[in-house]
């Protein structure tokens, strides 16, 4: 097998299997950080060796070997108890079984999640280090996500992986009655992994577009887990009314479409309805949570854009009761756009001078926000400066060209 090829079959694993692998190894282990370094050794390996060996025929089964031999070669060199040792050979044997059908790898990474949002790690750090240590993100990739610069996000978790060894905390799936109070992270943390798959408007990384389906799947399995909670299918339902329209965000050219000019023929309307079926019974589940609130503030936006006669009062009252539940940056920017549709862009623009400037100075949504309103209100050297500054913050070439078009056209 020629290089190129081998070193194809590598990046594929990379992206279909790292978060697996390394759940699978720290639910071992106990240190995710240490799991990450075995984890990066058996791909270097790989990409020494399968050039002239040829991939193997399971070249997840292999990776995980060669980083669990590298793991017990570090517990040996520590003078780790002899007992400790076999016990981990033990484990490491049963891969061989949860590979063969896959079965175990939801529940792994799952398993991952609930351990990340243990109480005695930071709270500013669960989320990222679901997202780092289970699907393989780096700081890089979530700190816009975040609001923060990526070394700070860096920091926190690094920090987090030194808590979980220090501390000690088990790896093992939580009791039922400690379900519910990590719940919130973990649904924060299946939303941040679809949100960063959904950023990727241009669909040029395969493994991020990738994760939308990653986090839907997840929210399924928790939604099964735990049938008397509202708010899992509260957020299923709010991520498949954003991936119901998935196809329409591009033009035929790959050119970006918001979502009130979208053609609804591109919709996924199977997908939609099923949205509702599931916010209609998050609803009747009598506790009401900001993923059931913004899923109806999604409901309403395809329903307004449907053709539905949706009042511009009611979309306001909508992101109150958001704010009201869990106030966010970005629920506030929402709102201000709510209320300028609402009250004109005026309203608008006084709700976003509301926003601390420290909050938004790199927040991409919120300029973009604040140029429209001012080229509505009439201000377009204001206008552009903002484009402007939306577009720097702006990732993606699509929305960059589409924020340029904006622009030209005051």
Not at 146 to 175: D, M, N, S, Y
Request: net charge negative; proline share 6%.
């Amino acid at each position: 097998m020629n290089t190129p090829e081998a070193h194809g079959a590598a990046e594929r694993a990379a992206r279909q299997s790292y978060g697996r692998l390394v759940a699978i190894l720290s639910a071992r282990t106990r240190d995710i950080a240490a799991s990450e370094d075995a984890l990066a050794d058996a791909f270097a390996r790989a990409l020494e060796r399968w050039p002239h060996e040829g991939v193997p025929e399971q070249p997840e089964a292999w990776l995980l070997s060669v980083a669990r031999n590298r793991t017990l070669d570090a517990w040996r060199h520590s003078r780790v108890q002899e007992e400790a040792a076999q016990t981990l050979l033990l484990l490491a044997d049963e891969f061989g079984a949860e590979t063969a059908g896959g079965e175990a790898v939801p529940d792994e990474r799952l398993r991952l999640f609930f351990v990340c949002a243990h109480p005695a790690i930071d709270a500013a750090a669960r989320t990222p280090l679901m997202l780092q240590t289970v699907l393989g993100l780096d700081a890089a990739r979530m700190a816009g996500a975040f609001l923060v610069a990526p070394a700070t996000l860096g920091q926190r978790l690094v920090r987090a992986k030194a808590r979980i060894r220090a501390a000690g905390i088990p790896f093992e799936f939580p009791q039922t009655r400690d379900l519910p109070q990590r719940l919130q992270d973990v649904l924060d943390g299946i939303y941040a992994a679809y949100g960063t798959g959904w950023d990727d408007v241009d669909g040029a990384d395969p493994a991020q577009r990738g994760l939308t389906g990653e986090a839907i799947d997840l929210c399924r399995i928790l939604c099964g887990l735990m049938p008397g909670e509202p708010e899992p299918p509260g957020l299923l339902a709010l991520m498949l009314f954003c991936e119901s329209r998935a196809m329409a965000r591009r033009g035929a050219a790959g050119d970006y479409v918001p979502l009130d000019v979208q053609d609804t023929a591109r919709w996924n309307h199977a997908m939609r309805e099923q949205a509702e079926q599931l916010l209609h019974h998050a609803a009747g589940l009598k506790s009401l949570g900001a993923y059931q609130m913004e899923a109806a503030i999604q409901s309403a936006h395809c329903a307004r854009r449907l053709g539905a006669q949706v009042p511009a009062d009611a979309l306001v009252a909508l992101y109150d009761g958001l704010l009201a539940l869990r106030p966010s940056t970005g629920a506030r920017v929402s709102h201000a756009c709510a209320l300028a549709a609402a009250e004109g862009p005026a309203a608008g623009l006084l709700a976003l001078d509301a926003i601390a400037p420290a909050e938004v100075a790199n927040y991409q949504p919120y300029w973009a926000a604040r140029a429209h309103l001012l080229g509505a209100s009439g201000d377009r050297i204001a206008a552009r400066s903002a484009y402007a500054r939306a577009s720097g913050l702006c990732t993606s070439p699509a929305v960059r060209a589409y924020l340029a078009s904006q622009s030209e056209g005051l």
